[in-house]
């Protein structure tokens, strides 16, 4: 395959996958400037790897686990590196801000909600509020579907925790 080829084909897969690495940037940092350079990092290293993407898994998946896998990295990095986020409210509800169409004011809670979980919960539950199987969600994050169940079920509890203390 030429490389012109490769390259519309790539193009044509992360336009149709946008949402998927939005959605997962917007949970793992709280800038807008976190935001623009995680979706920068996810999408180098989908390019990375795309040529190595062999099908055995639906092409939303393989997306999924390397845009968690880049986030979680993402965060790694800068806590080593001693990056200081300065986290603004107002930032969140900026109308420049990348959003996954939502920002009413229930979607920004949620978002805060995610964001207090740690890295793995968080890859669950995004998985699980775009609509994964456990299967699906079992392959993406590497535990058992039973699990995956079980920490759904938490997480949902945390987070209606999370959200009643909110208020």
Known sequence: ???????????????QNTRIVIKIARAYTQTIQDRE?????????????????????????????????????????????GHISFYDPLLLNASEQLTDQDDSSQAIDLYDCINALNALNKAIILLYLDGNSHEEISTVTGITKTNVGTRIGRIKDQIRNLLITKK
Request: proline share 0%; aromatic share 14%.
């Open 37 to 81: 350079d995680l979706i920068n990092d996810i999408a180098l290293e989908l390019w990375k790897s795309f040529d190595r993407f062999k099908g055995e898994s639906k092409i939303s998946t393989w997306i999924y686990r390397v845009a968690l896998n880049t986030s979680m990295n993402f965060n790694r990095r800068k806590k080593r590196t």
């Open 1 to 15: 395959m030429t490389d012109n080829n490769l390259q519309e084909r790539f193009l044509t897969v992360f336009e």
